[in-house]
């Protein structure tokens, strides 16, 4: 079976040689990836597009494995699951009469969220959310603050400011005048994951590209660097794809 290659994975596929004119369909599921072809499409021209397709596929199966359901949006109801830290938490929905705001708590694996009964459908799901949303901001800001401070002096740097933002495609940027942002998003990882975010940043109040010089810095205060980089573009579809 002909497989393709992606961050030291092999996925295997099977080709379907058919009676399609000019266009290829590709199908993936958890464990199964199959292409459908023109029957005389060449086998460089297969390899070829699967190669390019490898980011794709892989992180589609990834989704798949975690979301039996296929649902990538979470609709903010009891039983749902939500990462925390590397742990899986089950959202719990509770409805309280008299509630002015929604409150949300972590309480062992679950996450407790309290909300005005008269918020319902719709208008229930963006209340959790938004409920979520200020819990996981305010965790990772308590988070960061905790970690950050004895990573900054291993380094011997110290950021001029420090934020915690909601950031669409990013997971840190740090700016040249020194101010570190970052996505509330890293508290869903494990902290080893949140420290290799704060440390890669803090390196660029040293060198602001991704030279050599720059990983030899990060890696002489994580050394597995390179493993949890990997993780987290392994992951980074899932964590994104919760809110
Ligand atoms: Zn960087």
């Known amino acids: ?51 390019r397709k490898a980011r794709w596929i892989h992180d589609r199966q990834a989704v798949i494995r975690h979301d039996p359901l296929n649902r990538i949006g979470k609709h903010y109801v ?3 699951t939500f990462p925390y830290l590397g742990n899986t938490c089950r959202l ?16 062992q694996d679950c996450l407790r969220v309290q909300v005005p009964s008269d918020l319902t459908g719709e208008q229930g799901g963006s209340a959790v959310k938004e409920a979520m949303i200020d819990w996981y901001q305010g965790q990772a800001v308590k988070k960061i603050t905790e970690r950050l401070p004895a990573l900054a002096q291993k380094l011997g740097v110290q950021p001029k400011t420090v934020a915690v933002k909601n950031q669409k495609s990013q997971w840190g940027s ?11 998003k890293i508290i869903m990882a494990p ?32 050394p597995d ?19």
């Not at 040293?206 to 205060?221: D, G, R």
């Not at 573009?233 to 809110?243: D, K, P, V």
């Open 1 to 51: 079976m002909p497989f393709i290659q992606y961050l030291n994975k092999q996925i295997p596929y099977d080709i379907e040689r058919g009676n399609r004119k000019k266009t290829v369909a590709l199908h993936v599921t958890a464990d199964c990836v199959t292409l459908k072809v023109p029957k005389r499409l060449s086998d460089e021209a297969i390899s070829k597009f699967m190669t």
């Open 78 to 80: 009891t039983g749902e």
């Open 92 to 107: 719990l929905v509770v409805r309280e009469a008299h509630l002015e705001a929604p409150v949300c708590e972590l309480r």
């Open 174 to 184: 740090c700016s040249r005048s020194g101010a570190i942002r970052f996505n509330w």
């Open 191 to 222: 902290v080893a994951i949140l420290d290799y975010i704060i440390v890669h940043e803090l390196c660029h109040l040293i060198h602001s590209n991704h030279q050599p010089q720059f990983w030899e810095k990060v890696e002489s205060v994580i």
């Open 225 to 243: 660097c390179k493993a949890r980089k990997s993780w987290l573009r392994e992951h980074s579809i899932l964590i994104n794809a919760l809110t």
